[in-house]
């Protein structure tokens, strides 16, 4: 199928005519000039598809092969990644949103609205579902992108027969980073902290653990909060610029637990606070849902300048633990400490039996 034709056709969705063509909702994001040499092409032709079946439920997993899981996931991390296809909404931005992540930790001076974006669709339009899940991805990219209030510097669409990916670029920052995701000069007081950018669920659906060893029936993370994570970015890379950060990693493949793995190799953890802010006792879910996000590292002295930066912003961050040479590899819990309270009333407890 040609470019032209991908983007300038009227879509009809599982019988539904949609309202407007991907050409027309990306032009929306270009920039004026851009925009207004696009608007001389027209419609060409219509494109019926149907939309994809996610997959049905098959594989349970056990919080107790967390390693199995993380080996298996990193593994799986090199190379491309190819399009979730039964997820084209949450893909796409999550796409989005890792790029510009990626992002915030090179140098130069810049904030998330000076950036913009390329984005590329290498599609197969020749099987049933795929064309349906174009024009969702199109469309989730322009409303996101429209929503972050950044630019889409060019888009274009190339067929071919193998599998479908996306690819986002991004302009406007700097080349090198600042920051590494290892620190030159680390400690055993630092701190390893992670800050989610965006208030959805975690879940597993369309995550590599998932693509790894089979799909559990889950939905995919929803990643459709702009205004959080432009709060988010606009903390963190003023964090990163000052220095305050001594090592970070972008969230997003592979979930929390491969970035945990990319910064440090032995740490005694602990995930209570996610999940009792969250909601979510699924370990699992947690560690390898591909929430989009940033796991940082910072000197214990800063802790406390750290801590009033995100209360003074309305942040939410989640203190994990500190790298431990000592420990044996890479161990999480997922149980919080008794309460200050409650360890005074079970001791109260023991005084008043011990007096009968």
Same mark, same amino acid.
């Given at each position: 199928?040609?470019?032209?034709?991908?983007?300038?056709?009227?879509?009809?969705?599982?019988?539904?005519?949609?309202?407007?063509?991907?050409?027309?909702?990306?032009?929306?994001?270009?920039?004026?000039?851009?925009?207004?040499?696009?608007?001389?092409?027209?419609?060409?032709?219509?494109?019926?598809?149907?939309?994809?079946?996610?997959?049905?439920?098959?594989?349970?997993?056990?919080?107790?092969?967390?390693?199995?899981?993380?080996?298996?996931?990193?593994?799986?991390?090199?190379?491309?990644?190819? =399009?979730?296809?039964?997820?084209?909404?949450? =893909?796409?931005?999550?796409?989005?949103?890792? !790029?510009?992540?990626? !992002?915030?930790?090179?140098?130069?001076?810049?904030?998330?609205?000076?950036?913009?974006?390329?984005?590329?669709?290498?599609? %197969?339009?020749?099987?049933?579902?795929?064309?349906? !899940?174009?024009?969702?991805?199109?469309?989730?990219?322009?409303?996101?992108?429209?929503?972050?209030?950044?630019?889409?510097?060019?888009?274009?669409?190339?067929?071919?027969?193998?599998?479908?990916?996306?690819?986002?670029?991004?302009?406007?920052?700097?080349?090198?980073?600042?920051?590494?995701?290892?620190?030159?000069?680390?400690?055993?007081?630092?701190?390893?902290?992670?800050?989610?950018?965006?208030?959805?669920?975690?879940?597993?659906?369309?995550?590599?653990?998932?693509?790894?060893?089979?799909? %559990?029936?889950?939905?995919?993370?929803?990643?459709?909060?702009?205004?959080? =994570?432009?709060?988010?970015?606009?903390?963190?890379?003023?964090?990163?610029?000052?220095?305050?950060?001594?090592?970070?990693?972008?969230?997003?493949?592979?979930?929390?637990?491969?970035?945990?793995?990319?910064?440090?190799?032995?740490?005694?953890?602990?995930?209570?606070?996610?999940?009792?802010?969250?909601?979510?006792?699924?370990?699992?879910?947690?560690?390898?849902?591909?929430?989009?996000?940033?796991?940082?590292?910072?000197?214990?002295?800063?802790?406390?300048?750290?801590?009033?930066?995100?209360?003074?912003?309305?942040?939410?961050?989640?203190?994990?633990?500190?790298?431990?040479?000592?420990?044996?590899?890479?161990?999480?819990?997922?149980?919080?400490?008794?309460?200050?309270?409650?360890?005074?009333?079970?001791?109260?407890?023991?005084?008043?039996?011990?007096?009968?």
């Amino acid at each position: 199928m040609e470019q032209y034709q991908a983007l300038n056709s009227e879509y009809v969705i599982d019988g539904v005519k949609m309202e407007s063509t991907p050409a027309s909702m990306l032009d929306e994001c270009l920039s004026e000039g851009d925009r207004k040499r696009r608007n001389c092409e027209g419609q060409t032709g219509e494109i019926s598809d149907e939309t994809l079946d996610r997959p049905v439920r098959s594989v349970a997993y056990d919080k107790s092969r967390i390693a199995d899981y993380a080996d298996a996931v990193t593994a799986d991390a090199r190379g491309d990644r190819l =399009f979730e296809l039964p997820f084209p909404e949450q =893909f796409t931005r999550r796409t989005i949103a890792k !790029a510009l992540l990626d !992002a915030i930790w090179t140098d130069d001076s810049f904030t998330l609205r000076d950036l913009s974006l390329s984005l590329k669709w290498k599609w %197969n339009s020749g099987k049933i579902g795929n064309m349906a !899940a174009f024009h969702a991805s199109s469309a989730a990219a322009a409303d996101y992108i429209y929503d972050l209030d950044i630019v889409l510097d060019s888009y274009g669409f190339k067929d071919g027969d193998g599998d479908c990916a996306l690819e986002c670029k991004v302009s406007g920052a700097g080349r090198h980073r600042i920051c590494t995701e290892v620190p030159v000069d680390g400690s055993d007081d630092d701190w390893l902290i992670y800050i989610p950018f965006d208030t959805c669920a975690y879940r597993l659906g369309g995550s590599a653990l998932s693509r790894k060893l089979g799909s %559990n029936g889950d939905v995919a993370p929803e990643v459709n909060d702009p205004d959080w =994570f432009m709060d988010c970015y606009e903390v963190v890379r003023e964090l990163v610029e000052d220095g305050v950060v001594t090592a970070g990693t972008t969230v997003c493949e592979g979930g929390l637990m491969a970035a945990i793995r990319r910064m440090c190799s032995k740490a005694e953890l602990n995930i209570s606070g996610i999940s009792a802010s969250c909601q979510e006792k699924d370990t699992v879910r947690i560690l390898f849902s591909e929430v989009p996000g940033v796991l940082v590292r910072i000197r214990d002295i800063d802790y406390d300048y750290i801590d009033s930066q995100m209360i003074l912003q309305d942040i939410a961050y989640y203190p994990l633990g500190h790298p431990n040479e000592s420990a044996e590899g890479i161990s999480i819990t997922d149980h919080s400490k008794p309460a200050i309270s409650s360890i005074l009333g079970a001791l109260l407890g023991q005084a008043s039996e011990g007096e009968d």
